[in-house]
Nanobody, 124 residues
Framework: QVQLVESGGGLVQAGDSLRLSCAPS????????MGWFRQAPGKEREFVAA????????TYADSVKGRFTISRDNANNTVYLQMNSVKPEDTAVYYC?????????????????WGQGTQVTVSS
């Protein structure tokens, strides 16, 4: 069982930056593919970004490409989502996810473990 704990959410203004962190409890963190998803009120959970087991590959949703950066520190068992130039439409609960296997995963169904989520609110 892998527990994921997100942190770093909050209330920011449009154009600001924010960094989310996720700390999985697994000793095998370095072998897990990691991802970030978000869910706005009344909408389905959507893919934001994903990173491979060693950080060598990343992929992003078109809506955040060029503004968000996913990274991981395997030595410290942490994955990050750096959010720059945030927009009101980025407002959502952000979830960290972990999945077995080394390849990038962009679908919620590909992930086994989920965090509780952290709220990000962007005011205009």
């Amino acid at each position: 069982q892998v527990q994921l704990v997100e942190s770093g959410g909050g209330l920011v203004q449009a154009g600001d930056s924010l960094r989310l962190s996720c700390a999985p409890s697994a000793r095998t963190f370095s072998s897990l593919a990691m991802g970030w998803f978000r869910q706005a009120p009344g909408k389905e959970r959507e893919f934001v970004a994903a990173i491979s087991w060693n950080g060598g590959s990343t992929t992003y949703a078109d809506s955040v490409k060029g503004r968000f950066t996913i990274s991981r520190d395997n030595a410290n068992n942490t994955v990050y989502l750096q959010m720059n130039s945030v927009k009101p439409e980025d407002t959502a609960v952000y979830y960290c996810a972990a999945g077995s296997g080394l390849r990038l995963k962009t679908s919620p169904a590909q992930y086994t473990y989920w965090g509780q989520g952290t709220q990000v609110t962007v005011s205009s």
